[in-house]
């Protein structure tokens, strides 16, 4: 079946690690997006990728840092940096490079990250 | 800067009832996409309608629609003959291109629940 896979689902982080979090789609999307949730609150953009070898930061990125060597994988890394990391963290792709603002933007079912 | 409200932190009716979610957003952009995403108690958010700016017509799928009033930049999600399945977090989303990328910026989001 097509869509994206995040892994692990639960992890916890001990104070001063750095931890990834895994990101797959198999739907041949261009664009993959990393969301961070906290309780009660919205989304919020921490980086985005357009294409391979290439990602920009979002609106909270301080912390945190990616890759995209594949089209199909977008991983997180939560540093030690990141002074309040605990939180609900969402994958997501859409068709689209961009220059249009109508893509569907499809998400993973989310991983969940707690410092102990 | 781009802003999407929800006002209504919390709703609860009665199955088979008609509710509403109220969302209102602020944008200079011309052209933009405006969503409704669900994220039932599984947390994977789902996408439940979305309308282009540019379309005076309201859009519709099965039980939900949405009225679009552009001048007021109001948004809002209406789910008819209510169900208990329909039990979830619903955000709003604007979506626009800035610098070659899609962004979504997400409302605080409305918790709607159906009792029997």
């Known amino acids: 079946d097509g869509g994206i896979t995040q892994s692990p689902k639960y992890l916890f982080r001990k104070e001063g690690q750095n931890v990834t979090l895994s990101c797959e789609q198999n739907?041949?999307?261009?664009?993959m997006y990393w969301y961070r949730q906290d309780p009660g609150q919205g989304l919020r953009l921490i980086y985005y990728?357009?294409?391979?070898?290439?990602?920009q930061k979002g609106d909270i990125a301080e912390g945190y840092s990616v890759s995209r060597e594949k089209k199909e994988s977008f991983p997180l890394t939560v540093t030690s940096a990141q002074k309040n990391p605990t939180a609900f963290y969402l994958c997501?792709?859409?068709?689209?490079?961009?220059?249009?603002?109508?893509?569907?933007?499809?998400f993973g079912e989310g991983s969940w990250l707690t410092v102990v | 800067a781009q802003t999407v409200t929800q006002s209504q932190p919390e709703m609860s009716v009665q199955e088979a009832e008609t509710v509403t979610l109220s969302c209102t957003y602020d944008?200079?952009?011309?052209?933009?996409?405006l969503f409704w995403y669900k994220q039932p108690p599984s947390r994977q958010m789902i996408l439940v309608i979305r309308?282009?700016?540019?379309?005076?017509q309201n859009a519709t799928e099965n039980r939900f629609s949405v009225n679009f009033q552009k001048a007021a930049k109001s948004f809002s999600l209406k789910i008819s003959d209510s169900q208990l399945g329909d039990t979830a977090m619903y955000f709003c989303?604007?979506?626009?291109?800035?610098?070659?990328?899609?962004?979504?910026?997400f409302g605080q989001g409305t918790r709607l629940t159906i009792n029997p």
């Open positions: 989303a604007s979506s626009f291109v800035i610098q070659g990328a899609q962004k979504l910026v």
């Open positions: 309308q282009e700016a540019y379309k005076q």
């Open positions: 944008t200079s952009e011309n052209n933009y996409y």
């Open positions: 997501a792709s859409s068709i689209g490079t961009g220059h249009h603002s109508g893509n569907t933007i499809y």
């Open positions: 739907l041949n999307h261009d664009a």
């Open positions: 990728s357009q294409i391979v070898n290439d990602f």
